[in-house]
């Protein structure tokens, strides 16, 4: 079972992004403070779950943590200010959204700007490593998965209900074939360099 946080005795925040790769809509980010008895031995980094445990552990998380937020930057956000930066807003936002103010932050990834004035610590693959990470790590995934089979209805020839927005070659040759939609992302490479737009 992983760790369940860093810091013990204070309340501790994890947080995730999902959708930093994608070629199309947001990215989302999660924040979330788990009780100090927490345990489970399926939590894992949303990576390496199916899709059913994803949504199974979602349920539990958001019923058993202290507190949960979700958030997210919209494609607009990210053209203007880089995807990193985007997905750091979307923690804040998130963390932004505790009903309980964290003491301590542990941030998956190499990059964190200081949020306020709580002390936070990046973790290189931390959501495989604890708890409040994987369980934002689930929040901001099936969030975004929900949001991106909305869009799919509207958007269908994208694959978005398979590909979620990622860069598959379904999702590449549409765009080749029908342009972009108001949802993709124009600052990333939306072509493989043997494609162009008609």
Sequence with gaps: MLELCYKKGIPEAGCDEAGRGCLAGPVYAAAVILPPDFKNTLLNDSKQLSEKNRYQLREIIER???????ASCSPEEIDQINILNASILSMHRAIEKL???PEHLIIDGNRFKRYKEIPHLCVVKGDGKYLSIAAASILAKTYRDDY???LHRDFPDYAWERNKGY???AHRAAIA???ITPHHRKSFQLLDRQ???F
């Design 167 to 169: 860069p598959t070659k």
């Design 177 to 179: 074939e029908k342009g």
């Design 64 to 70: 058993e943590a202290l507190t949960w937020a979700v």
């Design 99 to 101: 009903n309980i103010l």
């Design 195 to 197: 494609m162009k737009l």
């Design 148 to 150: 991106m089979l909305k």
